[in-house]
Each structure stands twice: as structure tokens, then as C-alpha cells.
């Protein structure tokens, strides 16, 4: 499985982007999808997830209600739409799959497959 995740870049506070992580190699019938973020000088954090055949969502407490996770199997594709961006939502967000479980997992641990990370920077 390969996942590619695009869509970062630079944006004033207040700002959206939309990130995309197109997967390959296989499709899923089952799993659970996540955006991760990494601040420098700090340790990788979740972000949202969502359940491949439910489309269920989880959210982390400091993006609910501001981001939005959601995804096209026909292309599949998972996306994560930021609105309301804030200086403190600059780092590098990656997607993830977790092939294991259908549980909403927030620790990497239990994640089994990586995108490349795509750097999202907010300005003031």
C-alpha cells in the first residue's frame, strides 16, 4: 500500500487548504484512515480519522468543528478539509491506514502504512 498525500502549503490565519492522500497498491474494504501532524521540536499528534466503509469520523479535540475528514472510495482518496486555520495547526500533516483495527486509534502505533507528510504553514 502506498499513500501520497498533497495539498500543503502556505496560508494566512483564518485560511483553508484541503489535503488529499490518494492510496494505492491495494483497496480497502475495511480500515480505519488518519491525519497525523507534526510541530517541529514535537511529537507526532492526531488529527481526525475515518472509518473507510462507514465514513464515520473521529476528531482530536483542538481541530472539531475548524477540519473535516472525508473520502471517495472511487478514487480512493481521503481528504481533510481545514477551515479557520491557526498559527498552532503549522506542521507537517501525514495520512495514515490501519488495516487492524476498526477502532479509533490516536496513537501511530497502530497504524500500518505512512504517506510522505506534506508541510502545512500558517501565517500570521
Known amino acids: 500500500v502506498q499513500l501520497q498525500a498533497s495539498g500543503g502549503g502556505l496560508v494566512q490565519a483564518g485560511g483553508s487548504l484541503r489535503l488529499s492522500c490518494a492510496a494505492s497498491g491495494r483497496t480497502f474494504s475495511s480500515a480505519i484512515m488518519a491525519w497525523f501532524r507534526q510541530a517541529p521540536g514535537k511529537e507526532r499528534d492526531f488529527v481526525a480519522a475515518i472509518n473507510w466503509s462507514t465514513g464515520s469520523t473521529y476528531y482530536a479535540e483542538s481541530v472539531k468543528g475548524r477540519f473535516t475528514i472525508s473520502r471517495d472510495n472511487s478514487k480512493n482518496t481521503v481528504y481533510l478539509q481545514m477551515n479557520s486555520l491557526k498559527l498552532e495547526d503549522t506542521a507537517v500533516y501525514y495520512c495514515?491506514?490501519?488495516?487492524?483495527?476498526?477502532?479509533?486509534?490516536?496513537?501511530?502505533?497502530?497504524?500500518?502504512?505512512w504517506g510522505q507528510g506534506t508541510q502545512v504553514t500558517v501565517s500570521s
Open positions: 495514515a491506514a490501519a488495516l487492524r483495527t476498526t477502532a479509533w486509534e490516536t496513537t501511530d502505533r497502530f497504524y500500518d502504512y
